[in-house]
């Protein structure tokens, strides 16, 4: 109950999750870059936890961890944009991915599951080290404090 597995958030790997889940294992789900990706790891937490619950075992242990990338996205389209835009995608894509995040674990169906012990995913903001140097070393970490992250 200690350990986390640490799973890419392939299709594949977005599918282990939901197995992983089902079997009571928790999950860091690494390297994801998209809202759209994120949602489907989301559904897939809460199928895997449905599956758990529906066999009759205590979901209250399982911790899933969505580790949504930060720097990279920056780092991959700055030099395609304008000046007025670098540096700053990451940020709006990760603020967007928050919202998404808040609206699922806020959500009536998600609610059911917590009333029979399910946790919410954990986002986590990885990558938030600079990749350029001419942006402030905290640029991520500063744009992006929040709840539940």
């Known amino acids: 109950k200690n350990a986390m597995i640490k799973v890419p958030a392939t299709d594949e ?3 282990a999750l939901e197995t ?3 079997d009571g294992i928790s ?3 690494t390297l994801l870059f998209s809202r759209a990706q994120t949602l489907k ?14 066999a009759g075992h205590d979901v209250s242990h399982i911790q899933v961890v969505a580790s949504f990338f930060i720097s990279r996205v ?28 808040a609206q699922y674990f ?8 917590t009333e029979k012990g399910a946790n919410r995913v954990q986002l986590l903001w990885a990558s ?5 140097p001419a942006y402030p070393d905290t640029l991520y970490v ?3 404090i929040g709840a539940h992250t």
């Open 13 to 15: 790997g977005i599918e």
């Open 74 to 101: 920056d780092a991959a389209l700055d030099a395609t944009l304008p000046d007025h835009l670098k540096g700053k995608i990451a940020i709006a894509l990760a603020k967007a991915a928050y919202q998404d995040w």
């Open 128 to 132: 938030t080290g600079v990749k350029n």
């Open 41 to 54: 790891a989301y559904a897939a937490y809460a199928r895997g936890i449905a599956k758990r619950l529906e």
């Open 142 to 144: 500063d744009s992006l």
């Open 27 to 29: 999950v860091n789900l």
């Open 106 to 113: 806020g959500s009536s169906e998600f609610a059911a599951l």
């Open 20 to 22: 992983l889940v089902s």
